[in-house]
């Protein structure tokens, strides 16, 4: 094992430790014996992430973070003149590690391994860059000319190009691009078919015209069973030719999950991570698949239950098993993409079904850092005060949710209005309780038993 092969294996174990800081440190080491790693330059901004927001900050920078980084990003300019490479790498990974999310100096890291003619490693640091902003026009334009030229995957290369087009419908370098590439497609495939011909036999035209078949299968929408039986088939023979491919084994591993041949799916996927053991998509996989053979499980379960009581109890045992394996699942997906904001949401939810309602409130509190959380979380922090017995803390999140709500008939509006009444109620603030009710019945007077609260509390008043 090498030296940098020792420093990731230790930074993986400070990371299971969540000792976070150590872990950043310990790969930054790494990637200066070994730059040349992209899955691992892609960890180190995930992890630095980490570390900004346990410690409130923000990832993408700002004015407390200037002083900071304005000694590497100096340093990298007068190295990226001097034309040593190498070394300005080096300087704005010390800038990124205090706002890892920067797309400008991300941009600059990417341009860098270019010049060091790290290909792979500026890919993968362009990619970050579009799933932090997805319109970002000139990492697309940068990500259609290398994943072409130096990966040699024209098809992957077009998708790229048409993500630019859409943001800019006359960019001629795009439509050029997607022209040439599209002709270089088919021309590839024409000489693979010569090629493979041989001579103008008629033998060699029937093997043509076979494999054209089989080329046309190939790209048919899976619709049926018998398509993905037959999709596998195609899978299997390219994992002949490109057996460390790790993608084509999740592929087929989905076919099978969608067949529901579970055992066979999560071989699949785990020949994934054999031959590619820093593949995040197959570890998730698994999960997603353990998750899918729950919710199956669970679903069989739940109807037999209707007709037989001597399973309820089984049944209640296993949705708490499913609501464990659910907060474990999405603590590790949290860390492994700390900045998905939408996940921390969805393990706000689980945490919020165990009852462990103050971890709960600081995932959702995090995810509201992507605005489309924003009114969901508010709602979600409202429930778990109540839960603790917060009426007032809860009546604040309810009504700053509501602010933040246009539409007054949606159902999200009326379960918030009706969750802010039960927050008075709760409170012994009747008449405040009664007036939510009031304008929730003027909106949807069949809504919940809002009628009849409304009656009751009348009621009260007049007693």
Known sequence: MGHAD??????????????????????????????????????????????????????????????????????AKKLRLQKKHDLEVNELENSLRHQPQNSSTLSQLARALESCELWES????????????????????????????????????????????????????????????????????????????????FRSM?????????????????????????????????????????????????????????????????????????????????EQLKEVRFETELSTLREKANSDDSLKGPLEEKEKEFIAFQVSAN???????????????????????????????????????????KIGAKKEIGDCFIAKELPDMAKSQYAEALGDLSDKESDLFKNIKYALGRACEDNNNVDEALQHYQELMSIDIGFKDVSKRVSDLRTKNAS
Request: hydrophobic letters at 35%; a negative charge; one cysteine or more.
């Open 331 to 373: 603590k590790r997906r949290c860390e492994a993409h700390p900045t998905d904001y939408g996940l921390k949401f969805t393990y706000g939810l689980s945490l919020k079904a165990v009852e462990e309602y103050d971890e709960a409130i600081g995932q959702f509190q995090q995810s509201m850092k992507d605005p489309k959380n």
């Open 206 to 286: 029937l093997k043509d015209e076979d494999e054209s078949a089989e080329l046309e299968q190939k790209q048919q929408i899976i619709r049926t069973d018998e398509d993905r039986v037959r999709a596998i088939k195609f899978k299997m023979t390219d994992i002949k030719q490109d057996p460390k491919n790790s993608r084509l084994w999740r592929e087929v591993g989905s076919l099978f999950q969608d067949l529901k041949q579970w055992d066979k799916a999560e071989t699949a996927y785990r020949n994934a991570l054999k031959v590619n053991s820093t593949d995040l998509f197959a570890q998730e996989k698994i």
């Open 6 to 75: 020792e420093l990731f294996k230790k930074a993986e174990l400070a990371i299971k430790k969540q000792n976070h800081e150590y872990a950043v440190e310990l790969i930054q080491q790494g990637l200066m014996v070994e730059p040349d790693h992209p899955e691992w330059r892609r960890r180190l901004h995930q992890v630095a992430t980490l570390v900004i927001q346990e410690n409130g900050g923000n990832p993408q920078g700002g004015l407390g973070v200037k002083l900071k980084v304005m000694k590497p990003e100096a340093n």
């Open 122 to 201: 500026a890919i993968g640091v362009y990619e970050e860059i579009i799933e932090l902003d997805s319109s970002a026009v000139e990492a697309l334009r940068s990500l259609g000319k290398l994943v072409a030229s130096k990966r040699d995957d024209p098809e992957s290369a077009i998708s790229y190009w048409e993500t630019l087009k859409n943001q800019k419908p006359d960019d001629k370098e795009a439509g050029k691009f997607i022209r040439d590439l599209s002709a270089a497609v088919m021309v590839r495939k024409a000489e693979e078919k010569k090629k493979q011909a041989g001579d103008d036999s």
